[in-house]
Structure formats: structure tokens, C-alpha cells
């Protein structure tokens, strides 16, 4: 009871409650960590769908933007195990940054260059490694 009123004053769910037993301390660490991944799939997802709307939201959006968006989508679809999501949108980015390398701007100047080549080199490697894990 004590911990129910503990818990409406800290304005904490009861599922994010854990009591701690020194006897069965391994049951209690295995909740935690259950716990623990229940909300940071939860967090990440609506992060993500964030993001995914204002992609979705912005039709004139830089081409930086897209690249950027999409890779962080991704990212947060690799945080919840998502393989498909993020496989999906390391290819819209790694797709944006060949539309960007080819437009006049995308190509000014080598450190603009070599900017580009540097995400682009990190967008392939995602690729690759989840392609290969997938496989």
C-alpha cells in the first residue's frame, strides 16, 4: 500500500514500479531489463514517426534534410531491431545522396566533396552490415 501512494504522488505507472528481492534478486534484474526495453522501443518508435512525419510533411525539403532524416530514421529503427525499417530508409538516404553528388551544388567544393563522401561511406557501411546480418 505504502508503495501504491508512493507511486500517484511520483505520478509513476504501475508497470514502471519494480519491487527489488535480495532472494530472488535475478527475476527482479530480468523485469527491469524487460521493462527497460518496453519503453526505449516505445520512445524510439514515436521518435521515429517524429521524424518520418516531418519528412513526409515537407514536400520542398533540402535534399541535406532527406539525407538526414533518413539516416536518423533508420538509426532508430536499428534501436528498436527493426531490420526491414532500417534497411528501408539507409537506401532513401544512401538514394538522396547520389541525387545530391549529382546536382550541380552537391558537387562544389572538395570539403563539400568530401563531406558527402564521408556519409555516404557511413550510410554504405550500415547497408552492408545489415544486409550481410539479414542474410
Given at each position: 500500500?505504502?508503495?501504491?501512494?508512493?507511486?500517484?504522488?511520483?505520478?509513476?505507472?504501475?508497470?514502471?514500479?519494480?519491487?527489488?528481492?535480495?532472494?530472488?534478486?535475478?527475476?527482479?534484474i530480468?523485469?527491469l531489463g524487460?521493462?527497460?526495453?518496453?519503453?526505449?522501443?516505445?520512445?524510439?518508435?514515436?521518435?521515429?514517426?517524429?521524424?518520418?512525419?516531418?519528412?513526409?510533411?515537407?514536400?520542398?525539403?533540402?535534399?541535406?534534410?532527406?539525407?538526414?532524416?533518413?539516416?536518423?530514421?533508420?538509426?532508430?529503427?536499428?534501436?528498436r531491431?527493426?531490420?526491414?525499417?532500417?534497411?528501408?530508409?539507409?537506401?532513401?538516404?544512401?538514394?538522396?545522396?547520389?541525387?545530391?553528388?549529382?546536382?550541380?551544388?552537391?558537387?562544389?567544393?572538395?570539403?563539400?566533396?568530401?563531406?558527402?563522401?564521408?556519409?555516404?561511406?557511413?550510410?554504405?557501411?550500415?547497408?552492408?552490415?545489415?544486409?550481410?546480418?539479414?542474410?
Amino acid at each position: 500500500e505504502r508503495a501504491s501512494v508512493l507511486r500517484r504522488r511520483a505520478d509513476v505507472e504501475a508497470r514502471c514500479l519494480i519491487t527489488y528481492s535480495s532472494a530472488d534478486s535475478l527475476m527482479s534484474i530480468r523485469r527491469l531489463g524487460k521493462l527497460l526495453h518496453e519503453l526505449a522501443v516505445t520512445f524510439y518508435r514515436e521518435e521515429g514517426r517524429r521524424i518520418k512525419a516531418r519528412l513526409h510533411q515537407r514536400s520542398g525539403l533540402s535534399q541535406e534534410l532527406s539525407v538526414r532524416y533518413c539516416f536518423k530514421i533508420a538509426v532508430y529503427a536499428e534501436f528498436r531491431q527493426d531490420w526491414a525499417a532500417a534497411l528501408k530508409y539507409y537506401h532513401a538516404a544512401y538514394a538522396h545522396l547520389q541525387e545530391l553528388m549529382a546536382s550541380p551544388e552537391g558537387t562544389s567544393t572538395a570539403q563539400r566533396i568530401a563531406e558527402l563522401l564521408a556519409v555516404s561511406e557511413q550510410v554504405h557501411l550500415k547497408l552492408c552490415t545489415l544486409m550481410l546480418h539479414s542474410s
